[in-house]
């Protein structure tokens, strides 16, 4: 089986302005910074979070806290699809009782990701509202799950694969939309 | 049929690499141990069979926690109430124990090497909680850990061992562990337990054996006392008196140490013996986080060897280079 790229969705300077908007929705939404904070869902939620407060901050003038939350311990598919997953550390540096919680992350597929997201942030209080983030929405909902914050909606196949690369790990700054082709 | 990580038997054939790795694994899990809410669903549905032919408490309690902090459950086999006192042989009662499905198995055995003859006929993971004098895999991950938060680091450190090395495998987990990041040993206690032959323990390793205190301190960054057993004090005689006059480790003596150096002992601590009170609750000493530390390294050594247990072959996890800064997160 070989991947092929079939196209780019967004290029660096579209990554920038929807991250802008998104940041300006979230404030908007939320009345403000207030208790509000980022929670970047490992690997590449952390980036994207951490670009969206940096944007809030020249909204409002105000740092945003940003948290970073690895949901590899409560994921449902232990031992199916990542034997011997490698952990990464989170770091939630605040309490997260009674907080304005959006959810930072790539691309949202099936749900199951933010579904572990969840399970995650409840171990450590009780937030006062989550809400999620995304930059590409695909599609191919398995839980009922949606996000408050969307970059781009894109129709996808489930042979296909959004791959967003930023610059923080990838060394490169777009997002392709990829087939696996037999 | 078995790679390194589908059991934890020994620290001396893992590479500083996977050694690294397994410490960092740790690591989210002392962030857990913070939590207030600290259970995982992680291994719901999953059984670890403890197995301990030799007693224990400590390790016994933490590997128990650590199995139910990541949702699974456990089965518990205790030496004086089992049936090897009716005279089952040790296959025998594993046989048995894995005819129950357990996805892995603890043990403990007064004779080293039991649990590599074990893991020889089972196929569950079999983890290595103490075996004879042989090796203590996760009391020296657990110890590597807590010198790491500490110290920041583990490498190229003066590790000097009081006690009882001859018998000791917590001792030789630390050397084959802590000697793969250059470190250098000093091992220190009555002739009778620091037999000469124990500098080739580890090839590659620099240790020596010295016999005053005095000369066993000096310049150590690291501490590590172990356990006397005052039974053991008979055979050749030693009075427990002259162990204390001699060995003791005492704050006057803890001063010829680095101003920095930390203390650790694996437990459990007979204070007024090997160390005076003052030390072991002193401020550099380590003994309780070496305690907390322990069921952050257990639970990673579970689920590592559970989450891969499904995967015969390639473990993903070990191609990936880890360094020993890779301390921060990314």
Known sequence: ????????????????????????????????????????????????????????????????????????????????????????????????????????????YTGRTIRAAMNGLFDLGRPKRVSLCVLVDRGHREMPIEARYVGRKVQTSDTEIIEVRLREIDKEERVVLVDRVE | MSTKFRDLLALEPLTADELGFLLDQSKPFQEIQKHPLKKLATLRGKTVALAFFETSTRTRISFGAAASRLGADTMNLQAEASSLKKGETLLDTVFNLNAMKPDCLVMRHAASGAPHYVARHLDIPVVNAGDGTHEHPSQGLLDALTIRDRLGTIKNL?????????????????????????????????????????????????????????????????????RVQTERLNDPPLSADDYILLYQLNP???????????????????????????????????????????VAVRMAILYLLISGATETDTHPALQVKSKESANASD
């Not at chain 1, 991250?19 to 300006?24: D, P, S, T």
């Not at chain 1, 031992?79 to 009782?97: C, E, M, N, T, Y």
């Open chain 1, 1 to 108: 089986m070989r991947i092929v790229e079939k196209s780019q969705l967004m290029s660096a300077p579209e990554i920038d302005r929807t991250l802008q908007r998104l940041a300006h929705e979230i404030v908007e939404k939320s009345g403000g910074t207030k208790n509000l904070a980022l929670i970047g869902i490992v690997r590449r939620g952390v980036p994207l979070a951490q670009r969206i407060a940096q944007a809030m901050q020249g909204i409002d003038g105000v740092n945003v806290p940003v948290g970073v939350l690895d949901i590899t311990l409560y994921r449902d598919d232990l031992s199916k699809v990542a034997p011997q997953a490698v952990l990464r550390s989170s770091d939630i540096p605040f309490g997260v009782d009674n907080m304005d919680l959006v959810l930072v992350d790539d691309v949202l």
């Open chain 2, 158 to 226: 003066n590790v000097t061992i009081l006690g009882d090395i001859l018998h000791s495998r917590v001792a030789r987990s630390n050397i084959h562990l802590l000697g793969k990041f250059g470190c250098k040993f000093t091992l220190c206690g009555p002739a009778m337990w620091v037999p000469r032959e124990l500098e080739k323990i580890a090839p590659g390793t620099p240790i020596r054996c010295v016999y005053r205190i005095e000369g066993a301190l000096e310049g150590a960054d690291v501490i590590m006392m172990l």
């Open chain 2, 252 to 294: 006057e003596r803890l001063r010829r140490a680095s101003p920095k150096a930390i203390v650790l002992h694996p437990g459990p601590i007979n204070r007024g013996i090997e160390i005076t009170p003052e030390v072991a609750d002193g401020p550099q000493s380590c003994v309780l986080e070496q305690v907390t530390n322990g």
